[in-house]
């Protein structure tokens, strides 16, 4: 019953934004941290970013850091990923996952047990 589903990919140019949603249901983001990953043809799983259960301590990968913005919005069971000033090489699919709370704020993919499909970013001229 615990589903998260993810949101708001698709394609941009370079420099452009895009907001990504992960709404959660069959479950309340109060007891887990949610994470977002990516991972683009030929490339390992990669951790973008990852955000408390309170919503009080995020984490980001350097690549991301200054350009991409994790929140959440408990009462609504969704969490955002705010994408500014993309690069081509931002191009992926994009997956939420959720961690029972406790693990802190990782970008391990082993320490998520619930994931969902997915939505593709492209970003190209």
């Known amino acids: 019953q615990l589903q998260l589903v993810e949101s708001g990919g698709g394609l941009v140019q370079p420099g452009g934004s895009l907001r990504l949603s992960c709404a959660a249901s069959g479950f309340t983001l109060d007891y887990y941290t949610i994470g977002w990953f990516r991972q683009a043809p030929g490339k390992e799983r990669e951790g973008v970013s990852c955000?408390?259960?309170?919503?009080?301590?995020?984490n980001s990968a350097d690549s991301v850091k200054g350009r991409f913005t994790i929140s959440s919005d408990n009462a609504k069971g969704t969490v955002y990923l705010q994408m500014n000033s993309l690069m081509p090489e931002d191009t992926a699919v994009y997956c939420c996952?959720?961690?029972?709370?406790?693990?802190?704020?990782?970008?391990?993919?082993?320490?998520?047990?619930?994931w969902g499909q997915g939505t593709q970013v492209t970003v190209s001229s």
């Open positions: 996952a959720a961690a029972r709370a406790g693990w802190g704020t990782p970008l391990d993919p082993l320490v998520y047990d619930y």
């Open positions: 955000i408390s259960s309170s919503g009080g301590i995020t």
